[in-house]
């Protein structure tokens, strides 16, 4: 899969940060995933056996994020947005254009908003004190979230729960159940067969 830590047969000219923890039973299809990934912790993002990340997906990553993600779950064109810690368990299905997000990463007020924005064009933006706070995002086992959903942060995804497409995940969703809207809501529940 590797020649170290570059990819074979990668169409970009990159490589997987020193702090992935990833195996030969790992698919991942291009080292540009980690373009915007800055993450300083050890076992920054960790991947389970069979786990795989497919052409789109980023991994936005602040110096302190942790990203987690189990055993045989599929990152298909995903953005994670990570400042804190973000856990994707076993046998999970990420859809294309999903967003997981820890942390809005700008302020809430408008009065910091216009700061913010104000920096940015000077160049500045180091020197503003943004005070936003990162609020792990908790995704159980086997869950589904439909493609162009968002996942805002704080939220807990229960185990075997489905999240429908385009939804906007503000709550946390309980095992098994279908959520779905904007923002989504439980509106259904499922029966485990196992």
Known sequence: MTLGRK???????GVIPDNVVFDDT?????????????????????LGRGS????NSGFDLGPDAHVQIG???????????CDEAIRIGDYGLISWNVVLMDNYRVPCSIEKRRAYIHAILQNSL????????????????????GHDSVVLPGVQIGSGS???????????????????????RVIRRLVDAG
């Open 52 to 55: 795989a990340i497919y052409v």
């Open 26 to 46: 790992n698919f991942i299809d291009t080292s540009y995933s980690f373009r915007r990934f800055r993450s300083r912790m050890s076992d920054a993002l960790t």
């Open 71 to 81: 055993a045989f779950t599929m990152i298909n064109g995903a953005e994670i947005v």
């Open 162 to 184: 489905i999240v429908g497409a385009r939804s906007v995940v503000t709550e946390s969703v309980p095992d098994l159940a279908v959520a779905a809207g904007n923002p989504a």
């Open 126 to 145: 180091r020197a503003i004190d943004l005070q936003t706070r990162a609020k792990p995002i908790i995704i159980g086992d086997n869950v589904w979230i």
């Open 7 to 13: 990819l074979a047969d990668d169409w970009y000219d």
